[in-house]
């Protein structure tokens, strides 16, 4: 079955510096990898999606200098948050489609990131 | 922008009763989907369908796109049904999804 792995699952880093994150489809060939933020209190918001072929597409407030992703395969993308502060801890989301199970929308487990 | 608006925001429930769950979108959906929150955050996919009805266990997803309104129906619910349930909208298959805020359901023996 379509599974989704992201890794670490938690980490903590020190003001001003940066950690990466990366995501895993496994047993299916993603069209596309949303990511998204879940900050303390609030909903998942997404922060870019990314399609193989196209130009990774960030949504407002969300940047390619503070959030550069990676997503050389079908299988496999990475972000990075850069210069990380307190407004940047929360749970960190990775999801892929599935285009054999209608698009499908699957997630990783998540990355807790808590910024000192 | 688009919205997604679940209600209610907490529910109590007594284990062994039902409860419904709302959720209203604010533009066309081609689907509705319902996730759980497991305490440590990661999500768990339980029910996604465009139109109609939808049923896996004790769980109904009702989604009537026109009026733009969805709901998860529990039934039975248990103690381990504790926990976070997130409607989201997905607009375009092509994009993310938009989430709503969750309902925080509470079961008690």
């Known amino acids: 079955g379509a599974l989704v792995y992201q890794y670490p699952r938690r980490t903590i880093c020190k003001s001003g510096t940066s950690m990466r994150m990366e995501c895993q489809a496994v047993g299916f060939q993603a069209t596309s990898v949303a990511w998204y933020r879940q900050s303390p209190q609030k909903t998942f918001e997404l922060i870019a999606l990314s399609t193989v072929n196209s130009a990774i597409k960030y949504e407002q407030n969300f940047t390619q200098e503070k959030f550069p992703i990676s997503h050389p395969n079908l299988s496999f993308s990475s972000m990075t948050v850069l210069n990380a502060y307190l407004e940047d801890r929360g749970l960190y989301l990775c999801g892929a489609r599935d285009p054999g199970v209608q698009n499908t929308l699957y997630f990783g487990a998540g990355t807790r990131l808590s910024v000192l | 922008g688009q919205q997604v608006q679940q209600s209610p925001a907490s529910l109590v429930l007594q284990e062994g009763e039902n409860a419904e769950l709302q959720c209203n979108f604010s533009?066309?959906?081609?689907?509705l989907q319902w996730f759980y929150q497991r305490p440590g955050g990661s999500l768990v996919s339980l029910l996604s369908?465009?139109?109609g009805t939808k049923h896996t266990g004790r769980l109904t997803s009702t989604t009537v796109t026109k009026e733009r309104r969805g709901s998860l129906h529990i039934s039975s619910s248990q103690i381990t049904d504790s926990g976070t349930y997130l409607c989201?909208?997905?607009?375009?298959?092509?994009?993310?999804?938009?989430f709503g805020l969750g309902t925080r359901v509470s079961v008690f023996p």
């Open positions: 533009s066309t959906a081609t689907r």
């Open positions: 989201a909208m997905d607009d375009n298959y092509a994009q993310g999804l938009t």
């Open positions: 369908n465009p139109s």
